[in-house]
């Protein structure tokens, strides 16, 4: 197989730098409610926009679906487009480099590709990737590594979220046509990480945000899986970045990356028909971006430099974040692969609403050491925060950052819900515990992520067993 030869000499001297293998230890946040809204998040905002809270989501215009449809294309690109500008600033990287944060997560939606929405029968705002171009720029410039999300899914992965686009109990997620769409979405996003420079600094590309935890449920979901890798490796692979355990099967013999795709996705003898079909559809999507985004290298990878041989690592929830005989991602891995754990103390099912039972339990966590059993590992904790099921004091709030620390740090990482909330008359109290850069302002979260106020803080909780 001929390599491509493209990007820009400053993609691969940032590259160089910032990307390809993981922080020594992830010290990071969310970038939650910018490119996929949650209401919760900006009651205020959200209010202002013409959004409502409710407390059935389905019910009420509670969701970025709910609001373009009730609104209109027109109206909901234009107070998008400001929710986008202002949500997420150079101010809050800055903040966040003052802070000693390494890693940002960015929570994406399938729509941000906007040709995989079918626009008679789905309703989101236009116009989004273009800022998330201007983001991960900004987080790139700051030596900050980035993990793309693919955090709502094409026809939603689980039921009553705002998360998912679309807060609704009709989930399509888990059919054909929707698994080929996330894996077009794939595709693409590969393909912007590897050849256009505003992206340099993205690390890692994850599947699916939080499937349904029943795997009855999410029937082929591990085939998905193994087709998600194998979409990211064949990317890498057209553009001469080697990857051990899976060939192309088809010659490239053009300079011009949306026709090599075309080639590979009609000529591959290795790539089975899914994979195939998603290469296939990524390349009319791309020559497109290429001109939306100004990244000639999309059409043609003779325009820059050498391409960089640093692959994604690839990205799932681990496999106990689902029960009934889930398939294990670890079976999907070829290259580099990563795993995420959420845990939330304040939704209930984990343990005693006190703080003596929060700290018990989190002292003697396992799951880093679990999940190694299985394969899954590297493990990094992807969200997690400060709230509690009881009024927590200042003082817990403290114990409670640093119990959390620890435990996660047994891992690779973790990852906090979220750099910021809204701080208002009708958002309250949510920042004490929902933010990081107010945990920090108020003295939860310590001004450098790897200390701690009392690194002892679990030994009187740790038990024997």
Partial sequence: MRSLL?????????????????????????????????????????????????????????????YTKEYGQVKANQEFAQHWTTWFTQDDVNTLVADGI???????GYWIVEPLVSRATEFYPEGGIVYLQKGVQMLADAGI????????????????QSFTGNCTDNVQFYTDYNYERALTWTAVMTSLVHLDPAFSSVFAIEAVNEPIMDADKTPNYGIFQK?????????????????????????????????????????????????????????????????????????????????????????????NWQYDSPPNPADAAIGPQGYDNHLYYSYGGVADANPTAYLESICN??????????????????????????????????????????????????????????????????????????GVNLGYLTKNPADYHNASVCEQYVTSS
Wanted: proline content about 4%; overall charge negative; charged content about 15%.
């Fill in 145 to 160: 590594q980035v993990i793309l999300d693919h955090h709502a899914l094409p026809g939603v992965q689980t039921p009553g």
């Fill in 227 to 319: 087709n998600f890798v194998d979409t990211v490796r064949a990317v890498e692979l057209t553009l001469g970045i080697p990857v051990e355990g899976i060939s192309l099967g088809a010659q490239v013999t053009t300079s011009n990356f949306t026709e090599a795709l075309g080639q590979v996705a009609n000529a591959s003898t290795t790539l089975n028909a899914e994979v195939r079909e998603a290469l296939a559809a990524a390349a009319p999507i791309l020559v497109d971006l290429a001109a939306q985004l100004a990244v000639p290298a999309l059409l043609d990878t003779n325009l820059g430099g050498g391409v960089d041989k640093t692959s994604l690592i690839t990205t799932f929830m681990d496999i």
């Fill in 102 to 108: 390494n890693t940002a997560r960015i929570p994406l």
């Fill in 365 to 438: 966590l396992q799951r880093v050491q679990v999940d190694a059993e299985v394969g899954n590992t590297p493990l990094w904790f992807g969200e997690w925060g400060l709230p509690t099921q009881f009024e927590a004091t200042d003082e817990f709030l403290s114990m409670w950052a640093d119990a959390q620390k620890l435990a996660y740090s047994q891992g690779q990482g973790w990852i906090f819900w979220n750099f910021k909330v809204e701080q208002s008359e009708v958002a309250g109290n949510l920042s004490r515990q929902w933010s990081y850069i107010e």
């Fill in 6 to 66: 493209g990007l820009t000499a400053l993609l691969a001297s940032a590259r160089a730098v910032l990307a390809g293998s993981l922080p020594s230890k992830i010290y990071g946040v969310n970038i939650g409610g910018w490119l996929v809204l949650e209401p919760w998040m900006l009651p205020a905002e959200w209010d202002s926009m013409g959004g409502s809270i409710c407390d059935d989501c389905s019910t009420c215009i509670q969701s970025e679906w709910a």
